[in-house]
């Protein structure tokens, strides 16, 4: 039925490795990779536990349409308690690292205690090893991916790692996999780190079998890649200009934060955007962008792969960085770009480059550079303590920090602690723009009012994956709302976020949903899984999941104060464009949120609500 | 009229649905690892390759065969393995100059491209058309009919 039906357990304290049966009532209840994993984390783990302590579990999951030929069946998620926040942290990738690791039969690798000494775990299908990773402690990302394929002989091997960053305790480190595709957010790689694993080697030979009704799960795939091939952001725009064709859209509707949320629009917008990578550069006449990449299994191949201008000033003596490589997608070039006012699309590449090659999530990194800005500007923070000018727009700042933040030298480790901490301990907690300690993505919650709801309800903290209004709000998908309307979103949110979980969970790709509704995951599902996975009982696994989340993170301390968003967001309006004057209605939408999710006035869920979904 | 598998690169995603198309056609599951086409992934370029038998006229597997377990499908144009008649001996992986007919542990005879007699999986799953199955004597159709386009349709340089 599409799972393989065994987890790997390792115990890096003793070193103790066991296959076991995945529990097949769970996965029926929670479906997979988010859901399953996360079910696994909340029956594991004691949710007061301390993050980086040898208590704390770490999970790689897959789903049951991971490593099959449904259209972006490649994901898997990391899932753990988060260091960066103290919440679940649950981190979703693409690339091949996922369907390698499926294809070996195992549905999830489940990590308990912290190894002694350095180690990568390799698993060529039932061969399963710990082995010394001594030699690779201290290398990139990209190093250890090389050196492993090199040392076992096997350019087919996957690698799913982290670099320095997460070696060296930065809160907001990455999980990389097939060099530039992360479990980018909330620092699941710092987990990682603290556990002293430094990767994991996948060969997986014996695919994925095992299909419910093949002939019926066929049908039911050609016919969603149908789907996807003709609607115009999956067939046309993404392919053609990546996530980055967002970057002119959402500064014209006046929801492009900037400066630290200090202002909604972005003067220089069209120089870091989707146009300007497939424009010849004036410096040398070439386009920053080569071509487009799908990750495993995926139609759409929304994936950027770039090349910089060789003479630009951050990479004159760095042949490394001359090749072409993953990059910018939206995320990124709007968090090292507008959030700091750099317009050099070429210096966003390359602190892009350095996020991949030592493992940190240029989300949570470039918005906590964006406070730093604002700090030294407010005259707070000094030259003399950051180690150079850092004004807004100083690309020449953007580059000293990131190199000095992955290497985990001067500043940047006060920068590696993200926006929260670092704010508090210069006395302005409130220029973190950030929920449950994590940094808002790229959409300002006062111009698109339900993003900010999605913002301040996220069971991760700051994030737009856990429920993309912009879908609805901006792009009229699946259908048109007003984003400076505040009515209403509660409901839309609640949608996204439940539809999300079951994407998530499935070992598809939430980018699908452009196109697809529920009704298209259930078709697939039930040819893969059973005919029990309808729409509405994938409305239903989603909104379950959603809970369970929340119940962890209710469980680790967290309460309805907790759902907020930053002072600056709620009183400051935004200063100019379509969206002028707006502030984000959070007062006016938690109690009417909560009300359609079914929690108490404190945000936890009622006893009526676990028993509807069978908490 | 013979057809023949065209590839072009430029056109390729790296997203393996190739592959996976090609493991359940002659596996029924999907694995990459039994696929009988590989895409190459060369990431200093960001190019990415789609590589499969051709399908030699005069092929080397076929008379390096000791057993002649490889013959040729005379309505495709493939040349085919007799799994039956097939030791294992692997000589025609040495033979063949392309690299594309490579020995299976798990069944310890030799596999290749067999165009899925006649209607091959691979083409049919490509997204992009980077693999497309087309008539043998014309896989040049496409590229004259973009010079022609050029050569008929653009405005002249005088």
Redesign the interface.
Known sequence: MSWTGKILRVNLTTGAIKAEPTNMDWARAYIGSRGLGTKYLVEEVDATVEPLSADNKIIWATGPLT???A?TGGRYTVITKSPLTGAVACSNSGG?WG?EFK?AGWDMLIFEGKSPKPVYLYVNDDQVELRDAAHLWGKSVWETEESLKKSLQDP?TRVSSIGKAGENGVLFASVVND?HRAAGRSGVGTVMGSKNLKAIAV???????NIKN?KAF?KAVNAA?KVL?ENGVTGQGL?AYGTQVLMNVINEVGALPTRNHQDSQFEGAKDISAEAMATPRKSDGKKHL??????????I?CGR?S?MDENHFTIVNKPQYR???GGLEYEAAWALGAANGVNDLEALQYANLLCNEEGIDPISFGTTVGAVMELYEMGVLTKEQIGIEAKFGSAQALAFLTEETIYGRGFGKEIGQGSKRLTAKYGHPDLSMSSKGQEFPAYDGRAIQGIGLAYATSNRGGCHLRGYTIASEVLGIPVKTDPLEHEGKPDLVKAFQDATAAFDSSGLCIFTTFAWGLPDLASQMAGACGDEYTTEELAKIGERIWNMEREFNNRAGFTAKDDSLPKRLLTEPVKTGPSKGKVNMLAEMMPKYYAARGWDSEGRPTAATKARLGL | MQKVLHINPDKC?????CE??C??EN????????SRIKVFDF??????VPYTCTQCDEAWCLHACPVEAITMNRTTGAMEVNESTCVGCKVCTIACPFGTINYVEETGKVQKCDLCGGEPACAD?C??GAITFIDANWTGLGKMAQWADKLGNQPSAA
């Open positions: 490593g099959t030929m259209s091949y369907a294809m087919l060099l060969r997986g030979t014996k695919g994925v079998g093949p066929m890649k091939a392919p080569v071509t487009n990449q799908a990750c495993f299994a995926c139609t191949a792969i090349k090749g072409a490589s | 995603t790296g997203c393996l649905q996976m198309a493991s359940f596996y029924g599951t999907f694995a990459t690892a039994k990431h200093h370029t960001g190019k990415k799953a997204p992009t």
